[in-house]
Protein backbone atom coordinates (compact mmCIF):
# COMPACT_ATOMS: atom_id res chain seq x y z
CA UNK A 1 0.00 0.00 0.00
CA UNK A 2 0.99 3.42 -0.98
CA UNK A 3 0.66 6.72 -0.13
CA UNK A 4 -2.98 7.13 -1.22
CA UNK A 5 -4.05 3.80 0.43
CA UNK A 6 -2.60 4.61 3.47
CA UNK A 7 -4.28 8.11 4.14
CA UNK A 8 -7.62 6.46 2.75
CA UNK A 9 -7.36 3.49 5.78
CA UNK A 10 -6.71 5.96 8.42
CA UNK A 11 -10.46 6.82 8.35
CA UNK A 12 -11.68 10.21 9.31
CA UNK A 13 -9.09 11.00 12.19
CA UNK A 14 -6.90 14.32 10.93
CA UNK A 15 -3.79 13.31 13.67
CA UNK A 16 -4.41 8.54 12.67
CA UNK A 17 -3.40 10.22 8.89
CA UNK A 18 -0.47 12.56 9.73
CA UNK A 19 0.79 8.77 11.83
CA UNK A 20 -0.07 6.78 9.01
CA UNK A 21 1.69 8.96 6.60
CA UNK A 22 4.80 9.51 8.24
CA UNK A 23 5.55 5.83 9.73
CA UNK A 24 8.25 5.01 6.93
CA UNK A 25 10.52 7.41 8.60
CA UNK A 26 9.41 7.06 12.41
CA UNK A 27 11.89 4.05 13.86
CA UNK A 28 12.47 2.74 17.18
CA UNK A 29 12.51 4.49 20.35
CA UNK A 30 11.69 7.66 18.03
CA UNK A 31 7.68 6.53 18.09
CA UNK A 32 7.69 7.97 21.93
CA UNK A 33 8.32 11.17 21.16
CA UNK A 34 4.53 11.69 18.99
CA UNK A 35 1.27 12.28 20.80
CA UNK A 36 -0.53 8.88 21.47
CA UNK A 37 -3.12 9.12 18.26
CA UNK A 38 -0.34 9.93 15.85
CA UNK A 39 1.49 6.88 17.69
CA UNK A 40 -1.97 5.22 17.00
CA UNK A 41 -1.69 6.09 12.88
CA UNK A 42 2.03 4.81 12.88
CA UNK A 43 1.29 1.67 14.60
CA UNK A 44 -1.98 1.54 11.76
CA UNK A 45 0.85 1.87 9.26
CA UNK A 46 2.74 -1.33 10.22
CA UNK A 47 0.05 -2.97 11.00
CA UNK A 48 -1.03 -2.22 7.15
CA UNK A 49 1.87 -3.32 5.79
CA UNK A 50 2.41 -6.78 7.74
CA UNK A 51 -1.03 -7.33 6.67
CA UNK A 52 -0.01 -6.93 3.01
CA UNK A 53 3.08 -8.49 3.22
CA UNK A 54 1.62 -11.89 4.29
CA UNK A 55 -1.35 -11.29 2.09
CA UNK A 56 -1.46 -14.24 -0.35
CA UNK A 57 -2.99 -12.29 -3.00
CA UNK A 58 -0.77 -9.64 -3.22
CA UNK A 59 2.06 -12.26 -3.00
CA UNK A 60 0.38 -13.77 -6.15
CA UNK A 61 0.30 -10.46 -7.84
CA UNK A 62 3.75 -9.25 -6.66
CA UNK A 63 5.33 -12.59 -8.97
CA UNK A 64 3.91 -10.66 -11.94
CA UNK A 65 6.32 -8.36 -11.88
CA UNK A 66 9.97 -10.90 -10.17
CA UNK A 67 11.38 -10.80 -13.40
CA UNK A 68 11.91 -7.30 -13.54
CA UNK A 69 12.46 -6.33 -10.30
CA UNK A 70 13.40 -9.08 -7.97
CA UNK A 71 12.83 -8.96 -4.47
CA UNK A 72 11.57 -5.22 -5.22
CA UNK A 73 8.51 -6.58 -6.58
CA UNK A 74 6.68 -6.11 -3.15
CA UNK A 75 7.30 -1.85 -3.28
CA UNK A 76 6.38 -2.06 -6.98
CA UNK A 77 2.90 -3.77 -6.00
CA UNK A 78 2.08 -1.12 -3.74
CA UNK A 79 2.11 1.50 -6.45
CA UNK A 80 0.34 -0.27 -8.25
CA UNK A 81 -2.52 -0.75 -5.81
CA UNK A 82 -2.75 2.45 -5.45
CA UNK A 83 -3.61 2.77 -9.32
CA UNK A 84 -6.66 0.12 -8.53
CA UNK A 85 -7.85 2.61 -5.29
CA UNK A 86 -7.50 5.43 -7.27
CA UNK A 87 -9.61 4.06 -10.36
CA UNK A 88 -11.92 2.39 -8.09
CA UNK A 89 -12.48 5.19 -6.01
CA UNK A 90 -15.62 6.28 -5.85
CA UNK A 91 -16.95 2.68 -5.10
CA UNK A 92 -15.39 3.54 -1.49
CA UNK A 93 -15.85 7.11 -1.06
CA UNK A 94 -18.57 9.49 -1.30
CA UNK A 95 -16.16 12.24 -0.98
CA UNK A 96 -14.30 12.55 -4.90
CA UNK A 97 -11.04 11.83 -5.21
CA UNK A 98 -9.37 15.39 -6.30
CA UNK A 99 -11.68 16.67 -2.91
CA UNK A 100 -10.10 13.93 -0.87
CA UNK A 101 -6.45 14.88 -1.92
CA UNK A 102 -6.76 18.65 -1.67
CA UNK A 103 -7.65 17.81 1.79
CA UNK A 104 -4.61 15.88 2.34
CA UNK A 105 -2.51 18.10 1.29
CA UNK A 106 -4.15 20.93 3.20
CA UNK A 107 -3.59 18.33 6.30
CA UNK A 108 0.39 17.46 5.59
CA UNK A 109 0.92 21.70 4.89
CA UNK A 110 -0.86 22.15 8.60
CA UNK A 111 0.92 19.43 10.27
CA UNK A 112 4.46 19.95 9.55
CA UNK A 113 5.99 20.12 12.76
CA UNK A 114 5.19 16.59 13.43
CA UNK A 115 7.00 15.52 10.23
CA UNK A 116 10.64 14.22 9.92
CA UNK A 117 12.82 16.27 7.71
CA UNK A 118 13.07 14.42 4.59
CA UNK A 119 8.87 13.98 4.73
CA UNK A 120 8.70 17.75 4.77
CA UNK A 121 11.06 18.15 2.19
CA UNK A 122 8.91 16.10 -0.29
CA UNK A 123 5.72 17.46 0.60
CA UNK A 124 6.06 20.26 -2.06
CA UNK A 125 6.89 17.69 -4.53
CA UNK A 126 4.23 15.10 -3.75
CA UNK A 127 1.74 18.32 -4.28
CA UNK A 128 3.18 19.87 -7.28
CA UNK A 129 2.65 16.58 -9.00
CA UNK A 130 -0.82 16.26 -7.19
CA UNK A 131 0.80 12.88 -6.85
CA UNK A 132 -2.40 11.09 -4.86
CA UNK A 133 -4.25 12.18 -7.99
CA UNK A 134 -1.57 11.14 -10.31
CA UNK A 135 -1.79 7.10 -9.16
CA UNK A 136 -5.16 7.48 -11.03
CA UNK A 137 -3.25 7.51 -14.82
CA UNK A 138 -0.63 5.00 -16.40
CA UNK A 139 1.39 7.82 -16.74
CA UNK A 140 1.10 8.90 -12.90
CA UNK A 141 2.16 5.38 -12.01
CA UNK A 142 5.20 5.71 -14.30
CA UNK A 143 5.92 8.92 -12.82
CA UNK A 144 5.99 7.38 -9.38
CA UNK A 145 8.24 4.47 -10.23
CA UNK A 146 10.68 6.51 -12.26
CA UNK A 147 10.62 9.12 -8.84
CA UNK A 148 11.36 6.58 -6.54
CA UNK A 149 14.05 4.43 -8.59
CA UNK A 150 15.78 8.15 -8.82
CA UNK A 151 16.02 8.57 -4.55
CA UNK A 152 16.16 4.62 -4.29
CA UNK A 153 17.87 1.66 -4.93
CA UNK A 154 14.15 0.31 -7.12
CA UNK A 155 15.06 -0.70 -10.69
CA UNK A 156 14.44 1.78 -13.71
CA UNK A 157 12.22 -0.42 -15.00
CA UNK A 158 8.99 1.06 -14.98
CA UNK A 159 8.49 0.33 -18.62
CA UNK A 160 8.01 -3.06 -17.64
CA UNK A 161 5.64 -2.55 -14.70
CA UNK A 162 3.61 -0.87 -17.07
CA UNK A 163 3.63 -3.70 -19.64
CA UNK A 164 2.50 -5.77 -16.89
CA UNK A 165 -0.47 -3.65 -15.48
CA UNK A 166 -1.59 -3.64 -19.50
CA UNK A 167 -1.34 -7.27 -19.61
CA UNK A 168 -2.97 -8.10 -16.38
CA UNK A 169 -5.15 -5.55 -15.68
CA UNK A 170 -8.28 -7.43 -15.50
CA UNK A 171 -6.99 -9.99 -12.85
CA UNK A 172 -5.40 -7.27 -10.74
CA UNK A 173 -8.52 -5.20 -10.86
CA UNK A 174 -10.03 -8.08 -9.92
CA UNK A 175 -7.26 -9.59 -7.19
CA UNK A 176 -7.23 -6.07 -5.89
CA UNK A 177 -10.87 -5.36 -4.79
CA UNK A 178 -10.62 -9.12 -3.16
CA UNK A 179 -7.50 -7.71 -1.21
CA UNK A 180 -9.00 -4.74 -0.22
CA UNK A 181 -12.09 -5.86 1.22
CA UNK A 182 -9.56 -7.77 3.58
CA UNK A 183 -8.29 -4.88 4.47
CA UNK A 184 -10.09 -2.64 5.41
CA UNK A 185 -12.06 -5.70 7.85
CA UNK A 186 -8.57 -6.02 9.40
CA UNK A 187 -8.38 -2.21 10.07
CA UNK A 188 -11.69 -2.33 11.38
CA UNK A 189 -11.44 -5.25 13.86
CA UNK A 190 -7.56 -4.67 14.60
CA UNK A 191 -7.93 -0.83 15.11
CA UNK A 192 -11.48 -0.01 15.06
CA UNK A 193 -11.34 2.85 11.97
CA UNK A 194 -14.82 2.77 10.46
CA UNK A 195 -14.18 3.00 6.64
CA UNK A 196 -16.99 3.73 4.11
CA UNK A 197 -18.83 0.77 2.95
CA UNK A 198 -17.79 -0.61 -0.80
CA UNK A 199 -20.78 -0.24 -3.23
CA UNK A 200 -20.15 -2.36 -6.61
CA UNK A 201 -22.99 -1.89 -9.42
CA UNK A 202 -23.33 -4.37 -11.75
CA UNK A 203 -22.02 -7.21 -9.92
CA UNK A 204 -18.06 -6.27 -9.37
CA UNK A 205 -17.56 -5.63 -13.05
CA UNK A 206 -15.67 -1.78 -13.32
CA UNK A 207 -13.48 -0.67 -16.19
CA UNK A 208 -10.46 1.56 -15.42
CA UNK A 209 -9.37 4.36 -17.21
CA UNK A 210 -5.45 4.81 -18.56
Given at each position: MNFLAHL??????????????????????????????IRKGIIVHRSIDDFTDHNPIVLRNAKLFKS???????????????YFLANLWDNYSTINLPDFATSMYSLLLRSRKYMPLPVNRMIPFLIESNRLVSYRSIEGIRSSLAIMAKNTSLPEKHDFAIDVILKNEEQLTYDFIAFFEQMKEHISRMHGIVLPETIFPDNNQQSLSA
Open positions: YLSGNNEQICIGNFIADWVKGSHLELYPDIGFGHYSSVVIDVVYD
